[in-house]
């Protein structure tokens, strides 16, 4: 995890990564409501690119090319006051990665293992980008480092509730923001 010496504003968006089932649908709008700011879900995002459901995207493309969309689609996105909910394969593309961490704070919204197992069960229709015959439990391993290597800040969503993991969020962020200085 690598420590966030930027200062949070208005003029930023927050990031969240994490594996399929970690909560990033779920907190991306709550997070938004108590920052008084919109949310955005990058695989609707792709969805809307390619006007198609993303699980049938990754039939049609395979694994490696999805990654190399998602990487441009990703790479090009310009928001502030934004929540920004990312697809758990975004962090295969450093391009993509240098541009959100560009953009603001990078939350790792980290669940078990076997929380994800639980969650996900085989993955069917959620559009993951896995390749055939790897596993869940495989890729949720191979993925872990990634999310450490890119993120700014970490809450276990399978430890507490959503209302409980945007507080610390939004606690972190505050510790994080601007202080006014106010002329007397």
Same mark, same amino acid.
């Given at each position: !995890?690598?420590?966030?010496? %930027?200062?949070?504003?208005?003029?930023?968006?927050? =990031?969240? =990564?994490? !594996? #399929?089932? #970690?909560? %990033?649908?779920? /907190?991306?709008?709550?997070?938004?409501?108590?920052?008084?700011?919109?949310?955005?879900?990058?695989?609707?995002?792709?969805?809307?690119?390619?006007?198609?459901?993303?699980?049938?995207?990754?039939?049609?493309?395979? *694994?490696?090319?999805?990654?190399?969309?998602?990487?441009? &689609? *990703?790479?090009?996105?310009?928001?502030? $006051? !934004?929540?920004?909910?990312?697809?758990?394969?975004?962090?295969?593309?450093?391009? #993509? !990665? @240098?541009?959100?961490?560009?953009?603001?704070?990078?939350?790792?919204?980290?669940?078990?293992?076997?929380?994800?197992?639980?969650? *996900?069960?085989?993955?069917?229709? $959620?559009? /993951? #980008?896995?390749?055939?015959?790897?596993?869940? @439990?495989?890729?949720?391993?191979?993925?872990?480092?990634?999310?450490?290597?890119?993120?700014?800040?970490?809450?276990?969503?399978?430890?507490?509730?959503?209302?409980?993991?945007?507080?610390? &969020?939004?606690?972190?962020?505050?510790?994080?923001? =601007?202080? @006014?200085?106010?002329?007397?």
């Amino acid at each position: !995890m690598q420590t966030w010496n %930027k200062k949070f504003s208005e003029d930023c968006s927050v =990031i969240l =990564i994490g !594996m #399929a089932g #970690a909560g %990033k649908s779920t /907190l991306a709008p709550l997070l938004a409501e108590r920052l008084g700011w919109e949310d955005m879900d990058t695989d609707s995002v792709i969805e809307g690119y390619y006007g198609r459901p993303l699980q049938g995207i990754v039939d049609h493309l395979g *694994v490696k090319e999805f990654r190399r969309a998602e990487e441009y &689609i *990703v790479s090009g996105i310009g928001v502030f $006051r !934004m929540v920004i909910s990312t697809g758990g394969s975004v962090v295969y593309g450093p391009k #993509a !990665m @240098e541009r959100l961490k560009l953009l603001g704070p990078v939350i790792y919204l980290r669940i078990s293992g076997e929380t994800c197992m639980n969650r *996900v069960g085989g993955g069917e229709n $959620r559009g /993951l #980008a896995i390749t055939p015959g790897q596993t869940l @439990e495989d890729l949720y391993t191979e993925r872990v480092p990634l999310y450490e290597q890119y993120a700014d800040f970490a809450v276990d969503t399978d430890l507490c509730s959503p209302d409980e993991c945007v507080n610390k &969020i939004h606690d972190w962020l505050k510790s994080k923001e =601007i202080s @006014e200085v106010k002329d007397k």
